[in-house]
């Protein structure tokens, strides 16, 4: 249930009816729009009717109901309002939301070595990228595949942290990690095979860090968002949605289908912030501009795009990254796109060629 309140309302009416709707055994999350504040309502409203509600004040303006199984993740919840997800990187805040430029996320797939990873991140950075992305611990589907060298690869991540001044987003695949990566994460993310890792989603729900949560290559939009709607029932707000191909019937030229049609679908839907992955989406190197291009002019608030120094000799995902060069190639030709939708402010700190 949403509450509206007429504009103007005094803030000791706010709390006021917060108390009330507490003492009813619900539970009120104040969101304050660019023009109205709303109460969001979530617990057993079917008990009440929007009537009993409205009488709780005359600063109640109205009173509706959300009809989707998701509540705080629904656009409704926030009275058609975007969320900004603002995450503190060693070179200030960066903004994750649709009134704000496209975010760059860009690095390898795993964590190598310290070399590649600072290499990469410098170069990254160079580019335009805000974000460096690694994986320390690699959900492989052999277990005879590199599985990530683990905590060793958290450290070189603080120090590609550190040399490049980039936020780093890092996968955790067990709640028995989740400290020592929201230590080093500026970004937690939740990958494709844990979307509906129920347990992982309440311990990243508990936690003051931001969270990437990736699509299940086989979800529905309403299970991702009700992932989604675990991390924000256990009181973390910050999240981002991003998607990464679904599982595909022709495997023979794409890795996964990237469903950019995503876009305009969680617009109708949540306030919740996008990203997209075109490198695992298409599983090619070659398709990754085209997707990237195409997500940006659809309206994406964010990119992942996987790069490495070499792409032949990557221990993972080689297929998919783009080197170096490719990269400061794609940042050019994103800008033009990312302009003309007004929604560009990459600052390359080096000229490139
Ligand atoms: C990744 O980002 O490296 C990754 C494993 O992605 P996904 O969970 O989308 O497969
Ligand atoms: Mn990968």
């Given at each position: 249930m949403i509450i509206v309140m007429k504009v103007g309302s005094p803030e000791s009416e706010i709390t006021r009816i917060s108390e009330e709707c507490k003492n009813l055994r619900l539970t009120p999350e104040k969101i304050v729009g660019a023009s109205k504040v709303v109460i969001g309502l979530v617990g057993d409203t079917a008990a009440y009717s929007k009537e009993q509600i409205q009488e709780i004040s005359p600063w109640i303006e109205r009173v509706l109901r959300v009809e989707k199984p998701f509540k705080r993740a629904s656009l409704e919840f926030r009275h058609g309002e975007p969320s900004a997800v603002v995450v503190q990187t060693p070179e200030g805040p960066v903004t994750f939301s649709q009134q704000d430029p496209v975010i760059i996320i860009a690095g390898p797939c795993s964590v190598e070595n310290e070399e590649m990873i600072i290499q990469t991140a410098l170069r990254v950075k160079a580019a335009g990228a805000k974000f460096l992305r690694g994986g320390a611990y690699k959900p492989r589907?052999?277990?005879?595949?590199?599985?990530?060298?683990g905590e060793s690869a958290l450290d070189l991540l603080a120090k590609a942290r550190e040399a490049s001044g980039l936020g780093i987003i890092t996968e955790v695949m067990d709640t028995a990690d989740l400290n020592k990566v929201a230590e080093v994460a500026d970004v937690v993310q939740v990958g494709a095979r844990n979307m509906q890792n129920f347990s992982l989603l309440k311990k990243v729900g508990a936690l003051d860090k931001p969270v990437l949560l990736k699509r299940g290559m086989s979800a529905t939009i309403d299970e991702w968002l009700m992932a989604a709607e675990y991390i924000l029932a256990a009181g973390n707000p910050n999240v981002i949605l991003c998607e990464r191909g679904i599982r595909t019937f022709d495997r023979k030229y794409a890795r996964n289908t990237l469903d950019l049609a995503v876009i305009p679908v969680l617009r109708s839907l949540t306030h919740l912030p996008i990203t997209i992955d075109p490198s695992h989406g298409t599983g090619k190197s070659e398709y990754v501009p085209t997707m990237a291009m195409a997500a940006i002019a659809a309206g994406a608030d964010s990119l992942m795009i996987e790069v490495h120094p070499n792409p032949a000799k990557a221990l993972s995902d080689g297929p998919q990254s783009l080197t170096p060069e490719r990269f400061e190639r794609l940042m050019q030709e994103l800008s033009v796109v990312g302009k003309a939708i007004g929604r560009w402010q990459q600052q390359p700190t080096m000229a490139l060629a």
């Open positions: 589907t052999s277990p005879y595949s590199f599985q990530g060298h």
